[in-house]
C-alpha cells in the first residue's frame, strides 16, 4: 500500500478519509455532474459509485483491489460532483486517497519524473531543452505510426498533440530582470507555463505590472500537483516546503491595499493546488500554520483580472470570444468566470458559453491514459463551442488549453484556445514582449 494522507477537509471540517465517504447517502445529486457518467451510464463511473468503491476499500470487502482500479483510474478528479452535493463530499481526493491505496509503489516513470521535478530541476529542464531540440527535428512525427503500429497509440497521440516547443523557458525572461525588493505582487510560474506556453507569463507579467507597477519572480520549481496526484506525497511536501519557506523569506511586499503582497499564478490548477497547501500536512505540524498563511496569499489570475485598473480595448474585438471554466477554478477555488471583465474589453464580440462549466476531459494525463473516454467527452466540449459561432476559446488552465486546442484542430479548426492573460494582454496592449 502506498502512502495515504487519511484525512480530508470536508464541509464539516477535517475528518479521516473513512467518516468523509461514508457520508455519501447515494442520493445521485452528483449523477449529471459527472462527466464520465454522462458519457457511459456506468454507476461506477460516477461520484457516488467511486465513493462506494473506496469505502468498501477501506473496510477491506474489495478482495482484490485492483479491481477498483477501473473506477478510480477513470475519475477526472474535476470536483464537479462535490459541487452538486449537499454534503459536499470531497470525492475527488477520496479517489486519490483509493488510487494511493491501491496501487502500492508508483511506476518508474512517475517516479523518475516526480523525483526530478521535486529534487533535481535543473536535470528536468535540461532534458525538456534536449526533447524540444529533438522535436524541432522533426524525427519525433516518424514514430507515430510506429507507436501507432505498436498499440501505443496514447504516447503517439500525445506527440501529436504537443505544442510547437518555444525556444526559451518562461523562467528565462523572468530571472533575467533585476528583482523588487518590496513589490506589490510576486508571481509563481506554473509548469505549463514555464514550459509550454511562455507566452502566458509574459502575458500576465505585462497585465499586473500595468495594474500594480513591478512584480517580483518567486523563483518556484513545480507547485507538487503532478507529484500528489500521482502517489508522491513525500515529493509534494518537499516541494511545499520550499515555495512556503520563499515567500515567507521573500516577505510581505508592498500591495497598496496594506495586506501581504500576494501570490499570483496563471495556471489554474497549480492554483487550486497552492491553496490547498494545509492539507498536505497534519493539524499538529508547525508547517500547517505556515502553509495556511502562504496559501491565504495565492491568486488565481482569473481573480486579479477583474480588479486591476486596465485602460479599454481601443480597437474592436478580432473575433467572437468565448470562455471555459477550468474545473479547478470553478470546483476548486469556487471562482466565477470572469465574464464582466471579458466583456468590459471585448464588448459585444464576447458571450457565454453553454455549459462552460462541464469538463473538456482534459485533467493532466487523462487524455492519454483514456484517450477514448476523454474524446468522447471533448467532442461534447467542442459541439457547444461550434453551436456558438466563437472563434476564440479563452481558458485559464494549461491542461484545459492543451485539451481544448487538440479538440478545435481536430474537430472544430475555424476557432483556437488562447489563455485568458494572453487574450487580455493583446486586447489592452498589444502581443506580449519576447514571445
Known sequence: MGEILGRQTTALGEQISYDAASQCSRCGYCLQACPTYVATGRESFSGRGRNQIVRMLMEGRISRPREAEDALSTCLLCGACTLACYARIPTADLVLEGRRAIQGHPSFPAVFLTRLLAHRPRIFRRLLKWAYALKRTGLPRLLGPLLDFAGLQALAEAERAAPRPPRFFLREKLEAAP?????PWFYFAACGPDYLYPEVGLSTFALLERGLGRGRFLQNGCCGLFSYNYGRLEDARALAERHIESLEKAGNGAHPSGEPAPL???CSSCAAFLKSYPRLFPPNSPWRGRAERFSSRVRDIVELLPDLELPTAQTPAPAKATYHESCRARNGEGLA??????????????????????????AG????????LSDQILRRKIGKIAESGAKIVLTSSTSCLLQLARGLAKYYPQARAVHISV???ERIHGPPTGS
Not at 528583482?179 to 513589490?183: G, I, Q
Not at 462549466?357 to 482534459?362: A, D, L
Open 365 to 372: 494525463l487523462f487524455a492519454f491514459r483514456h484517450p477514448e
Open 337 to 362: 468566470p470572469p465574464s464582466p471583465f471579458l466583456k468590459r474589453i471585448s464588448g459585444d464580440a464576447f458571450q457565454e458559453l453553454p455549459e462552460s462549466e462541464v469538463c473538456c476531459g482534459g
Open 179 to 183: 528583482p523588487m525588493a518590496r513589490p
Open 264 to 266: 499570483a499564478a496563471d
Open 423 to 425: 487574450y487580455a494582454s
